[in-house]
Nanobody, 121 residues
C-alpha cells in the first residue's frame, strides 16, 4: 500500500507561481510512475503532467512550457512547479502513483486527497 500526501496549493494571482509537492510512504516510489491530475469545477479529471520511474516526462498541451514535473527518489517526493498561472488552471490537483507488479503485471493506482489551486484574475 502507498499513501500520498499533497501540499503546496493555495490562492495566487494570474501570472504567479506555485509548487506542489506529493510525498509518499512505502518502498515502491522509485519504481512507480508518478503523475499530477486536476479536476476543475464541472470538469472531468485530466492528466496535467507525468514522470516515469526512469525520468521521462510528458505534459498536457495546456501546461507545456509553464509547468515542470520532477521527482526526488531519495525523498519519495514528486513536484509540480507551476508558473505563469491563469484562472483556467483553477482546480483540485491530485497526485497519482502507478505501479506495475513485476510478478503479476497487475497495475496498481494510488491517489492523494487533492490540494486546491485557485488562480484569481
Amino acid at each position: 500500500q502507498l499513501q500520498l500526501v499533497e501540499s503546496g496549493g493555495g490562492l495566487v494571482q494570474a501570472g504567479g507561481s506555485l509548487r506542489l509537492s506529493c510525498t509518499t510512504s512505502g518502498s515502491i516510489f522509485s519504481i512507480s510512475d508518478m503523475g499530477w491530475y486536476r479536476q476543475g469545477p464541472g470538469n472531468q479529471r485530466e492528466l496535467v503532467a507525468a514522470i516515469t520511474k526512469g525520468g521521462t516526462t510528458n505534459y498536457a498541451d495546456s501546461v507545456k512550457d509553464r509547468f515542470t514535473i520532477s521527482r526526488d527518489n531519495a525523498k519519495n517526493t514528486v513536484y509540480l512547479q507551476m508558473n505563469s498561472l491563469v484562472p483556467e488552471d483553477t482546480a483540485v490537483y491530485y497526485c497519482n502513483a502507478r505501479f506495475t507488479s513485476p510478478f503479476s503485471s497487475k497495475v496498481y493506482n494510488y491517489w492523494g486527497q487533492g490540494t486546491q489551486v485557485t488562480v484569481s484574475s
